[in-house]
Structures are given as C-alpha cells and as structure tokens.
C-alpha cells in the first residue's frame, strides 16, 4: 500500500504527541504540520523532520497528497476543520472534543458517515491494556453483573488564581471546560468498558476562582511559570473548576464520578472502581500498570500488566514484558495502530472492520450530549435524561 500520508494541524502539547506517537506506527508518514503561526510550524517541522509546513491550516487540508488529517486545534476551531477535512475527503483524527456544541457535532457525524470516511476522537483511555482486561472480564461476567461504578479525573493545574490557559476563554473553549475537558475521558472510557450508555445525569459544579490573571505572555498547558500579578490581566472566568455527577446507565447500573482541576498533588488521576456481584475491578492512570481486584472472602488481589496473564485482547495491545512499563504515549501508540489499521483495511478493500476499538464521530457525538445534559443539570438542579 505504500505509507499513509498525513498532515498534523497544531503545534501545541497534544500535536507534539500525536507526532511522536505516529512516528511509532508502521505505514504511516508525517508529511505537513500546520501552525496559526508560520514560526511555529517551521520550528516543529525542523525537530520532526517533517518535509513541509504551513501558516494556514487551510492549505495543508487542500494539499492532494494528504490523506489523514489529525486535528490538535483548540476547541473553537475543531468544527471548522473537521468538517473541511471531511469535504476535502480526507479521513480525520480529531482531538476532543469534536466540536463545542451538539448540533456541530451531529453535523459532523453525519458528514463522515455520508462520507465513507474513517473519522475519530483521541479518547486515549481507553487503548490501555489493563482497561481493555477490565472491558473483557466484565463482558465474560467473570464477576458476575455489574451495579456500581465510581471515579474521577483529578487535576491541580489549574489550582491558583494566577493559572491560566487558553481554556478558560469560553469562546474558545466552550461552555464547559473541567467536565468537557476531563470528564469527556471519564465517562468514554467507563462506557466503552461497561458496554453501555450513560442515560442522565445530575450534577453540582463549581468554581473556586471567578476572577483569575492571565498572563500577558502566553504560557503553555501543564507549565509552572507563574507571573507576578503585576504582568497579569484581571479576567472573569464562567466554566467550571470541578463538579460531582451522579450517573445512571442503560442497563440499569448506577454511580457517580468527581473532575477537578483543582486537587492539589493529583496531577492526571483518571479513576474508576466497577463493584459487581462476585467482586470489583479497579483502575488509576497514574498507576496504569496495576488492576486491584477486590474481594470479600479472599484477599484482594494487585494484577500487573503482563501479556501472559490477561486476555487475548488486552494482549494483543500490549508491547514490552511485564515489569516493564507502558502509559499514555503507548495508550496514543495503541490508539493510532487501531485508527489506520482501519484505513490499511479500507485500502486493501478488507471487508472486516469489526475489530476497531476507537472512539468514532458517532460515539464522540454522544459524550458530547453527556456533557450538554450536565450543564443543564447543574443549572435547573435535577436529573436529565442524555
């Protein structure tokens, strides 16, 4: 088939991922980034060895050699390039969320599939292999029905008053930022192991700083170089820093889930516990290596990540001998070999696609109903069915 050409467009912390991460998987070569600011673009196509680069992210969707475009835009500009990368016939890998509303996101969805296109959401989470063990165990009812589950996504980047980013703007952001932002991961990866939907929600959100001090130099996400007050300027900020959100399921299994960018010491603790009915699995990213395994009648149990010990499935997406550990570059690793393993089939004319386990437009579609219906719940105060 010869290699899959594909244009980043972004320059930021997750387009500097995806970029690594593609240099990782068979098959496929980088062949343009894109950049708001030309420098920017340049500089990453120098590190990345990358042969072209362009100021308008226009240009780089129109190049006919591009066949992939991954979009690592902010927020606001996922609509507008998503749906011309579609147009233009090119499959896409955007980040999340795919769009700031319902309404573009159902527009999308609907354009890939008319399309014929692959078209997916970066929901890394759920490419780990100890949670695609979890999603088989639970399948085979090694523990019997699930009734419970509970978690979060805790962070502290955003803790003091004089952090800011980009998305605290909600223009170009949206109008969610901690439940969009984090609790997007949350609630993909949980339904993606539970095997069914969140149905509604109700949710109690809050914000710890309404006023915060953006820096008049921009700051890069996850960095710690605060500025003196003095180099700031005041700006009111109307999304979210945490929230609790009581959850009900399809198949009748409740819970709740906490996000907070706002948790001192917790620096990216997406969490989940699945209690069932002979026993509860339990999973953090920041310790991405281990399953505990709880019990009532015997000792609970820590499992590794170890090929030999899991399933053919959770196996088959595991790359290094146990002990020798995996996290989320290796997740995004996963991901993408998933993602144009795909497009390698759609090339060939394969017919069996039924093993792609990426978040699709459609199922990115639905998270962003999730986090539509907590907004309305957190404001009318009451349940609201998804």
Not at 83 to 99: I, N, Y
Not at 221 to 229: H, I, K, S
Not at 346 to 375: H, P, W, Y
Request: overall charge negative; hydrophobic content about 40%.
């Amino acid at each position: 088939m010869g290699d899959i050409k594909v244009g980043v467009i972004g320059t930021g912390f997750s387009a500097m991922a995806h970029i690594e991460a593609l240099q990782r998987v068979p098959s496929v070569q980088v062949v343009a980034v894109a950049s708001a600011r030309l420098s920017h673009a340049e500089e990453a196509a120098a590190r990345y060895r990358i042969p072209m680069y362009y100021g308008d992210a226009m240009e780089l969707i129109q190049d006919p050699d591009i066949e992939v475009v991954h979009n690592c835009t902010p927020n606001h500009l996922h609509y507008t390039f998503n749906k011309a990368a579609l147009l233009a016939g090119k499959h896409v890998l955007s980040e999340k969320p795919l769009s700031v509303t319902v309404e573009e996101s159902d527009e999308l969805q609907k354009l890939a599939r008319e399309k014929g296109l692959v078209a997916g959401v970066a929901f890394i989470y759920r490419h780990y292999p100890l949670v695609e063990e979890i999603k088989q165990q639970i399948a085979s009812r090694t523990y019997g029905k699930p009734h419970y589950v509970l978690g979060g996504y805790l962070q502290d980047w955003l803790l003091y008053e004089t952090d800011y980013n980009w998305r605290m703007d909600s223009r170009l952001n949206g109008p969610s930022r901690a439940v969009a932002d984090i609790g997007s991961h949350w609630c993909d990866t949980v339904q993606y192991v539970l095997g069914t939907r969140i149905v509604s929600v109700f949710a109690d959100l809050g914000i710890v700083h309404p006023v915060r001090y953006k820096p008049k130099d921009e700051k890069a996400t996850f960095t710690n170089a605060a500025a003196g007050l003095e180099d700031c300027e005041r700006v009111e900020v109307d999304t979210e820093d945490f929230g609790s959100i009581l959850v009900r399921f399809e198949d009748g299994t409740k819970g709740v889930f906490c996000i907070s960018q706002v948790s001192p010491g917790r620096k990216n603790k997406l969490y989940f516990e699945i209690s069932a009915e002979k026993g509860a699995l339990r999973w953090d990213q920041e310790e991405a290596n281990r399953l505990w395994i709880g019990s009532r009648d015997v000792p609970n149990q820590i499992q590794m990540r170890d090929a030999s010990l899991m399933s053919s499935q959770a196996a088959s997406i595991t790359h290094y001998p146990g002990g020798h550990e995996e996290g989320w570059p290796d997740a995004l690793k996963n991901l993408l070999l998933d993602y144009y393993s795909l497009i390698g089939k759609r090339k060939a004319r394969k017919t069996d696609e039924t093993s792609s386990k990426f978040a699709t437009f459609n199922q990115a579609c639905g998270v962003m109903r999730i986090v539509e219906a907590v907004l309305q719940s957190h404001e009318r105060q009451r349940w609201v069915d998804v």
